[in-house]
T-cell receptor, first 110, second 118 residues
């Protein structure tokens, strides 16, 4: 079983739609959680950290459920520019072992 | 100018050749990392370094070696390249910060090196 699992997609949604991605992790001792965004043939970039109480950044909302060991990302009012691969990232005890999920591809269409 | 740079950006080589990928950063970060990315597998850590005198193996270090020449430079070598080392390679840096901040251990990636081993 992979340490971090994501649905690879692709998710094809129209502009303006709301889309949600989930990610599960296997290590209950994981401490820190992030969503990164990766555009085609580009480097990953941090989208947002995920806090225990949930957090929002504009149209993006991240949630953490430690009991069920999953993280979610909700994108509201999707834009064409949101088309990318979204990587779920988990940092384990000690803070130096960072596990990247394989990513979920999103296509937003006009 | 980019904060994390990688050279070369693309490389095609033959089985058995020695290859060096270079990474430089101007962010002043102590921590540097080398990852490879393969379709469907996500990023996997090859080596990481927390300062110039610290080198650690990641989950897939076999067939690779690294050198931390200075705080700003971290090189990855393939001593004898093989076809299954064909991948996209990323260098990344991070700084240490207290948890709770948005940039807690955020990693900053270079643009990647696409390596093909024939």
């Amino acid at each position: 079983r992979k340490e971090v699992e994501q649905d690879p997609g692709p998710f094809n949604v129209p502009e303006g739609a709301t889309v949600a991605f989930n990610c599960t992790y296997s290590n209950s001792a994981s401490q820190s959680f992030f969503w990164y965004r990766q555009d085609c043939r580009k480097e990953p970039k941090l989208l947002m950290s995920v806090y225990s109480s949930g957090n929002e950044d504009g149209r993006f909302t991240a949630q953490l459920n430690r009991a069920s060991q999953y993280i979610s990302l909700l994108i509201r009012d999707s834009k064409l520019s949101d088309s990318a691969t979204y990587l779920c990232v988990v940092k384990n005890t000690g803070g130096f072992k960072t596990i990247f999920g394989a990513g979920t591809r999103l296509f937003v269409k006009a | 100018d980019a904060d994390v740079t990688q050279t070369p950006r693309n490389r095609i080589t033959k089985t058995g050749k020695r290859i060096m990928l270079e990474c430089s950063q101007t962010k002043g970060h102590d921590r540097m990392y080398w990852y490879r990315q393969d379709p469907g597998l996500g990023l996997r850590l090859i080596y990481y370094s927390f300062d110039v005198k610290d080198i650690n193996k990641g989950e897939i270090s076999d067939g690779y070696s690294v050198s931390r020449q200075a705080q700003a430079k971290f090189s990855l070598s393939l001593e004898s390249a093989i076809p299954n080392q064909t991948a996209l390679y990323f260098c990344a840096t991070s700084d240490f910060s207290l948890p709770g901040g948005r940039s807690y251990n955020e990693q900053f990636f270079g643009p990647g090196t696409r390596l093909t081993v024939l």
